[in-house]
């Protein structure tokens, strides 16, 4: 009897769980963060940032309409992609409404991540990056102003 009712419970916690895991890594999720500094320079006061990281290929809404809105939304002064916008599942060519989309919004810069170069998409991505017009830094830095 006491298998049995671990049975029956177990199966909505596994249920509840995968539903977590699938939103979590699915879903359009936005943090806003104050970070107030003394030493940072007046003109840079309200300054918005969007950073967008680990995507591995998803896809938000049709032509990525979801993520776009999100960022659309954030009225971002700069867009930072730190990584991981592709994986070996990606197909590049799906990535490209949204790249454009983002560098229309405001200016990109962009860094790869471990799966651009594991996937092989790493050079690819980043002359498609360049073409949409996003900054693509590698072992350099643009300074803001």
Same mark, same amino acid.
């Given at each position: 009897?006491?298998?049995?009712?671990t049975?029956?419970?177990l199966?909505?916690v596994?249920?509840?769980a995968a539903g977590?895991?699938?939103?979590?890594?699915?879903?359009?999720?936005?943090t806003?963060?104050?970070?107030?500094?003394?030493t940072?320079?007046?003109?840079?006061s309200g300054?918005?940032?969007?950073q967008?990281s680990?995507l591995h290929?998803?896809?938000?809404g049709?032509e990525? #309409?979801? @993520?776009?809105? *999100?960022v659309? &939304?954030?009225?971002?002064?700069?867009?930072?992609?730190t990584g991981d916008?592709?994986?070996?599942?990606?197909?590049?060519?799906s990535l490209r409404p949204?790249?454009?989309?983002?560098?229309?919004?405001a200016?990109?810069?962009?860094?790869?991540?471990?799966?651009?170069w594991a996937?092989g998409?790493?050079r690819t991505?980043? #002359?498609a @990056?360049?073409? *949409?017009?996003a &900054?693509v830094?590698?072992?350099d830095?643009?300074?803001l102003?």
């Amino acid at each position: 009897m006491a298998k049995r009712r671990t049975r029956l419970w177990l199966l909505p916690v596994m249920l509840a769980a995968a539903g977590f895991c699938y939103l979590d890594n699915c879903t359009v999720q936005t943090t806003f963060r104050t970070l107030r500094c003394a030493t940072l320079p007046e003109a840079f006061s309200g300054l918005r940032i969007v950073q967008i990281s680990d995507l591995h290929g998803r896809v938000f809404g049709k032509e990525h #309409a979801a @993520l776009l809105d *999100a960022v659309r &939304a954030a009225k971002p002064d700069f867009i930072a992609i730190t990584g991981d916008l592709a994986d070996e599942d990606t197909a590049l060519p799906s990535l490209r409404p949204l790249l454009a989309g983002l560098t229309a919004l405001a200016p990109v810069y962009y860094v790869t991540g471990n799966h651009e170069w594991a996937s092989g998409a790493a050079r690819t991505l980043m #002359a498609a @990056l360049k073409t *949409a017009g996003a &900054a693509v830094l590698g072992n350099d830095y643009r300074v803001l102003r």
